[in-house]
């Protein structure tokens, strides 16, 4: 017989993405006995700046930590880990003083800290669709905000997953710190069906 699920996890989809992008993901986990949650309001395309997203991210957190007992693990996809990253920038930080109680941990897959050298076609595709694109290019100010952002002191637990044949984002993030940094053989979209990387994220989840 099953175990009660523990170890609440909201999964945020990248760019692209919706909730659907994550399903195999979020069986597997439930199938370990992780708690897994739909981003109710995951966009299928990221319009408006990250920020706008990581305060509607936070704003979903608190009202879904209030039905918890545990606090929660974020685990975001490529843009979703930036999302993330901003969700705890944002109000989280801002309203508790021991925010680690509501987001014990963010797990990021395949996030553009260093940027996506694609971003810089975003003068092309932002005026037409408001997205978010530019934000990604490489050396931006919104990229080195959460960087800077992840260096400061803090309590809650970070962790950055990349694919070294991931051919959007390169695997190498220099700005980060190599020990909350983890590689393996995946490409950019393994969350649809690697079973490898889906065991790691089960395990940097489920660890103390």
């Not at 399903?23 to 597997?28: C, H, I, K, V």
Request: hydrophobic share 40%; net charge neutral.
């Amino acid at each position: 017989m099953s175990s009660t699920p523990r170890f609440p996890t909201v999964l945020v989809p990248g760019f692209l993405g919706g909730q659907l992008s994550l399903r195999p993901l979020q069986e597997a986990l439930r199938q370990c006995d992780v708690d897994t949650h739909d981003w109710p309001r995951a966009p299928f395309l990221y319009r408006k700046p990250i920020n706008f997203h990581g305060r509607h991210l936070a704003e979903d957190i608190l009202k879904l930590r209030e039905k918890l007992d545990e606090p929660i693990t974020l685990v975001g996809w490529s843009e979703g880990g930036l999302v993330s990253v901003s969700s705890m920038m944002q109000s989280i930080i801002r309203v508790y003083d021991n925010p680690e109680e509501i987001v014990c941990r963010v797990i990021t897959f395949g996030t553009p800290f260093h940027g996506a050298w694609s971003a810089e076609l975003g003068w092309l595709v932002d005026p037409l669709l408001r997205t978010s694109i530019r934000e990604m290019r490489p050396g931006s100010p919104t990229l080195k905000k959460q960087v800077s952002f992840l260096h400061k002191p803090r309590a809650w637990d970070f962790q950055a997953i990349f694919g070294t044949n991931d051919l959007l984002v390169r695997p190498r993030q220099p700005d980060l710190n190599p020990a909350w940094c983890h590689y393996g053989p995946w490409y950019h979209r393994s969350p649809l069906y690697d079973s490898s990387l889906f065991d790691l994220i089960h395990r940097l989840i489920t660890d103390p």
